[in-house]
């Protein structure tokens, strides 16, 4: 939920009252919370209520705002290059709450894709049993390679800047460089596609494969 959705749910705000606020980020771009400011729409003691440090950690799939089918995919991915793996290290690797983590796994295991790996120890201390791992089934690790074959990313979960709730659009100076910066990267004689997985791995995170056009020689005459 961005800034200005928690704004509108609170009720400090109705969307006709914030309308001003967003269509003047909108054509500057920069933080949301500074154009309420400036336009004098929230007084700064209620608007600190709403802005933090630090962007809050999504706690559902929702608030994450990336489809589920990705992170199943991404855990599988993580999971084929771990002989062994507990849901804790996996929400560290993919930096996301653990109780998303929990309901991966558990899906996957529904599905035959991973299973408990035998607890080999215990916790000396309270002859508690330690901590779940997980490894992947031979069924896992063929649609982790099919996984891995159209999307070698492996990395942590990527938020879309709308779901981080700081509320902040880039420069257009700064939209136009990464814009220059990317056209670089491709030269005239070759052609860049998205390839997305069975699964709708969105374009955004999927690997991108060049397909080379030799220019065809001419002949001297």
Excluded at 133 to 157: F, H, W
Excluded at 190 to 195: A, D, H, V
Aim: glycine residues 4%; aromatic residues 8%.
């Amino acid at each position: 939920m961005n800034l200005a959705q928690r704004i509108v749910r609170a009720g400090v705000l109705e969307p006709e009252q914030l309308a001003p606020a967003l269509f003047r980020q909108k054509k500057s771009r920069g933080y949301l919370a500074q154009h309420l400011l400036d336009l004098k729409l929230v007084e700064p003691e209620v608007l600190a209520e709403f802005v933090y440090a630090y962007p809050p950690m999504p706690e559902t799939f929702g608030d994450l705002g990336l489809p589920k089918d990705l992170l199943v995919q991404l855990v599988l991915k993580h999971s084929f290059f771990r002989d062994a793996i507990s849901s804790p290290e996996m929400a560290h690797d993919l930096k996301i709450a653990r109780r998303m983590v929990d309901e991966i796994f558990a899906y996957l295991k529904g599905q035959g894709y991973i299973q408990v790996k035998a607890r080999d120890a215990l916790s000396q201390a309270s002859h508690i049993a330690l901590e779940l791992r997980y490894s992947l089934t031979d069924a896992g690790k063929i649609y982790a390679e099919q996984c891995l074959e159209s999307n070698r990313y492996v990395g942590p979960a990527r938020c879309p800047w709308r779901t981080t709730g700081i509320g902040w659009r880039p420069n257009p100076s700064i939209r136009s460089r990464w814009r220059e910066r990317a056209s670089r990267k491709c030269s005239p004689i070759m052609s860049c596609r998205s390839i997305s997985s069975r699964n709708s791995v969105r374009p955004s995170i999927a690997a991108v494969q060049f397909s080379f056009s030799v220019p065809r020689a001419t002949a001297k005459r």
